[in-house]
């Protein structure tokens, strides 16, 4: 936590306060409801989620980062709610959300074999996962994104973890990231979106 704290402590925004790119090409997918931001940080992403008309919790494990958060989402006039978890032991929940959006969230690989069940088991019929993150090529570049292949994905991997979902993107390769300093330059990342079938009604 304190290296995140830190990270988030100064009064600049570390990654800036606008959207994530694939976030807002890719935000129509997701039905109208309550949607779930893992590891929202400082907020940029859940706050861009909310001016679209969307309930969403933002989950970090920084109080800094939350903190910050609600201040952007009190200047850009919607409603946020922030919770501070660790992931790990995070309550999704089962059958609650329309989306679920983790942007830049690089979780160790035994965390996401607990927690990527678990989003599963969250999102509601008809819901989605939208991910994007680095992938070990981006290992050397410096322009962002942890050194530790565990951390890092790619789309093999999340094919595998999101088996149970319908696959409507996934795309790996090169694209600019200009996100505040920490993620500047061209990168290496995957992206994906995957939808929870409705079921059939009776």
Request: charged fraction near 20%; glycine fraction near 14%; aromatic fraction near 8%.
């Amino acid at each position: 936590m304190t290296f995140w704290d830190e990270r988030y402590g100064s009064v600049e925004w570390a990654f800036g306060t606008e959207p994530n790119d694939f976030l807002r090409e890719s935000a129509a997918a997701i039905p109208p409801g309550p949607v779930l931001c893992i590891g929202d940080g400082e907020g940029r992403n859940g706050v861009f989620l909310a001016s679209l008309g969307h309930e969403v919790t933002s989950v970090d494990l920084s109080a800094v980062g939350l903190g910050k958060a609600r201040v952007l989402a009190a200047e850009r006039g919607v409603a946020l709610h922030t919770v501070q978890a660790d992931l790990a032991g995070f309550d999704v929940g089962v059958g609650c959300w329309v989306g679920i959006v983790s942007i830049f969230c690089h979780l160790p690989g035994a965390l996401r074999d607990d927690l990527f069940p678990r989003l599963v088991a969250g999102l509601a019929p008809g819901g989605v996962v939208l991910v994007e993150s680095y992938t070990p090529a981006q290992i050397g570049r410096g322009t962002g994104g942890p050194q530790d292949v565990d951390l890092l994905e790619t789309p093999g991997e999340l094919a595998r973890r999101f088996a149970a979902l319908a696959c409507e993107h996934v795309w790996e390769g090169e694209r600019l990231v200009v996100e505040g300093a920490f993620h500047s330059g061209t990168a290496s990342v995957v992206q994906y979106v995957g939808r929870r079938v409705a079921e059939a009604s009776a």
